[in-house]
């Protein structure tokens, strides 16, 4: 029997503060009108300043709460966010493999906003090698693009040699976020075949925790409703900025999003 609604799981960690991670993903999904479902690979205890402590979880129960949902309710669309360490990471990648769901967005995390470490450094090779493969789409910033690539960006031209870099890893698409360069916020897809620009004007705040956990988590979401991939990029660029823009005054450092906006398209 088919769903009468889209059915999206988010794989990540879990954030205290409510401004990334399973809570930003959840609120996302909320907000696109898509039935939300989760797999904590982690718990972290964190506020706008920073991460106090992190406590992963077993991969056999990362892999159990997967079954769980699959078996049961089903999936039309994942997100995978914070998966921490190596076996975390093959896991996941495995249990992605099994399944055949269709639409899979990969946001590499490996830093937060604060600067402390999500991700252990082996686990970097264990993405390239087993997870790349098995997503529709990966989102790193230039960090992570630098990370997965090896590649110094700096212009727009290395970024666009990093995607490419990346895309031979295996993912069906790369979306390099542009946010840590100078100028307007721009993102560059890359599927194979061609780049295409997303440009919106970059809002000086410091109101941007979860903006990389949102904007994936919104893609996976408009995957999920039976957008094209250049289409749900767009709406969740949009999404995102306005969430930016339109954010909450809560916290002393890098406050959260309004995951309450609506943009055209949703």
Do not use: W
């Not at 490996?110 to 970097?124: S, T, Y």
């Not at 410091?206 to 094209?228: D, E, F, K, V």
């Amino acid at each position: 029997m088919e769903a009468s609604i889209q059915r999206v799981l988010t794989i990540a960690g879990s954030d205290s503060g409510g401004g990334a991670g399973i809570q930003a993903d959840l609120k996302t999904f909320s907000a696109f009108g898509v039935f939300g479902m989760s797999v904590v690979t982690a718990v972290t205890a964190q506020n706008t300043t920073r991460v106090h402590g992190v406590e992963g979880l077993s991969p056999e129960f990362v892999a159990l709460q997967f079954e769980a949902v699959l078996s049961d309710i089903g999936v039309d669309a994942v997100k995978t966010g914070m998966l921490l360490n190596a076996e975390i990471v093959r896991v996941v990648a495995d249990k992605l493999k099994e399944s055949g769901i269709p639409h899979v967005v990969c946001d590499p995390v490996m830093v937060a906003k604060g600067g402390d470490r999500l991700l252990d450094e082996d686990a970097v090779a264990m993405m390239r090698e087993k997870l790349l493969p098995a997503v529709t789409l990966v989102t790193p910033n230039i960090p992570e693009a630098e990370s997965l690539s090896g590649i110094p960006i700096d212009s727009a031209r290395a970024l666009k040699k990093a995607a490419e870099t990346i895309h031979a890893l295996g993912p069906g698409a790369v979306l390099v976020k542009g946010g840590h360069l100078k100028g307007d916020a721009v993102d560059v897809l890359f599927d194979g075949n061609e780049f295409v620009r997303f440009t919106d004007i970059r809002i000086d705040s410091i109101r941007t925790h979860g903006t990389g956990c949102t904007y994936s988590a919104a893609i996976a979401a408009n995957l999920a409703r039976g957008l094209p991939l250049r289409e749900a990029v767009r709406i969740s660029k949009a999404f995102v900025t306005a969430a930016i823009r339109e954010a909450y005054p809560l916290g002393k450092g890098h406050g959260p999003l309004n995951h309450f906006v609506r943009v055209e398209g949703m």
